[in-house]
């Protein structure tokens, strides 16, 4: 879906694991509430910028319908790069 087009937020929505974004690089930080809630951008730029940026992938127990899951596989995930 690389032409596909939401705001950071909606991918943010989207991802079915916990995402703790500490320090949000990979967005303007001059105009983060445009760059974060307005702007539109592809799944790939949001990983991109999820990749510059300091975060950490937390469990959870329940988000968008899915069971929680382990620390084992939020690894894995992290590792693979593998957000969506």
Do not use: C
């Amino acid at each position: 879906m690389a032409n596909e087009f939401k705001t950071s937020k909606e991918w943010y929505d989207t991802v079915s694991f916990g995402i703790e974004i500490y320090d949000p690089k990979g967005w303007d930080k001059a105009n983060f509430n445009y760059s974060f809630y307005e702007e539109k951008i592809t799944s790939e730029e949001f990983t991109k910028r999820l990749d510059m940026s300091l975060s950490d992938l937390i469990p959870i127990t329940r988000r968008n319908g899915k069971e929680s899951i382990t620390q084992e596989i939020v690894r894995k995930i992290h590792m693979d790069n593998n957000y969506f």
